[in-house]
T-cell receptor, first 113, second 113 residues
Framework: AQSVTQLGSHVSVSEGALVLLRCNYS??????LFWYVQYPNQGLQLLLK??????LVKGINGFEAEFKKSETSFHLTKPSAHMSDAAEYFC???????????FGKGTKLSVKP | EAQVTQNPRYLITVTGKKLTVTCSQN?????MSWYRQDPGLGLRQIYY???????DKGDVPEGYKVSRKEKRNFPLILESPSPNQTSLYFC????????????FGSGTQLSVL
C-alpha cells in the first residue's frame, strides 16, 4: 500500500531564506505526486504535480519539486521565502485504478521577518 | 467561476442529531471525494465517488454516509454524530483522470457536543 511521509510537522525559516519541505513516498511503481498548500481558513490549492514528463517540476509562487526515484522523494523547495508563504503544505501520492490520493500529515511553514 | 461549494461553513450540533453537509461543484467533474482533517493526522478520505450512483469507502468511512444522485452534488450524511466526528471536513472534485488536480471546497468545521 502506498504511504506518504513528510519529515517535520513544523518548519520555520527567515524571510529570504531557502525553503525545503521533505516528502517521501513508498510505492513499487512511481505514482502521481502532488504538493498542495493550505492557507489559514481555506481549502487546499494545487502547487504542482509530477506526472513523469519531467523530474523537475515548477509550480506556482516560485516553488518547485524534484522527483528522485532512487530516493523515493519529492521534496519541495523555494529559493527565497516570503512572508506570504506561511501556510501548511501537503504532499500527496496517487495512481491506483480509482486515483485516490494518499496525503502526508502536512508541514506547517512559518516565515520569520 | 469554477468552484466547489460546501455548506455550512461552521456547524455545532449535539450527539445523535442527524446532519447533512452539502457539496456542489460546477465543473461537470466525474470524481468527488470527502476528507476529514485532524491535527497531526493530515487529510483522510471518508468516501469517494467515481460518477453518478457510484460510491465507495475511503480510509475512515465509519459513521458516515454519502449519495451521488446527480453529478454536481455529493452530500455527506452523519446519521448519529458522535464527539469523535468533530473535525474539519473538505469536499473535493476533479475530472476523471487520476493525475488531474483536485479542487477543494472551503471546508466545514463541525463540532459535536
Amino acid at each position: 500500500a502506498q504511504s506518504v511521509t513528510q519529515l517535520g510537522s513544523h518548519v520555520s525559516v527567515s524571510e529570504g531564506a531557502l525553503v525545503l519541505l521533505r516528502c517521501n513516498y513508498s510505492s513499487s511503481v512511481p505514482p502521481y505526486l502532488f504538493w498542495y498548500v493550505q492557507y489559514p481558513n481555506q481549502g487546499l490549492q494545487l502547487l504542482l504535480k509530477y506526472t513523469s514528463a519531467a523530474t523537475l517540476v515548477k509550480g506556482i509562487n516560485g516553488f518547485e519539486a524534484e522527483f528522485k526515484k532512487s530516493e523515493t522523494s519529492f521534496h519541495l523547495t523555494k529559493p527565497s521565502a516570503h512572508m506570504s508563504d506561511a501556510a501548511e503544505y501537503f504532499c500527496a501520492a496517487g495512481g491506483g485504478s480509482q486515483g485516490n490520493l494518499i496525503f502526508g500529515k502536512g508541514t506547517k511553514l512559518s516565515v520569520k521577518p | 467561476e469554477a468552484q466547489v461549494t460546501q455548506n455550512p461553513r461552521y456547524l455545532i450540533t449535539v450527539t445523535g442529531k442527524k446532519l447533512t453537509v452539502t457539496c456542489s461543484q460546477n465543473m461537470n467533474h466525474e470524481y468527488m471525494s470527502w476528507y476529514r482533517q485532524d491535527p497531526g493526522l493530515g487529510l483522510r478520505q471518508i468516501y469517494y465517488s467515481m460518477n453518478v450512483e457510484v460510491t465507495d469507502k475511503g480510509d475512515v468511512p465509519e459513521g458516515y454516509k454519502v449519495s451521488r444522485k446527480e453529478k454536481r452534488n455529493f452530500p455527506l450524511i452523519l446519521e448519529s454524530p458522535s464527539p469523535n466526528q468533530t473535525s474539519l471536513y473538505f469536499c473535493a472534485s476533479r475530472r476523471g483522470h487520476t493525475n488531474e488536480k483536485l479542487f477543494f471546497g472551503s471546508g466545514t468545521q463541525l463540532s459535536v457536543l
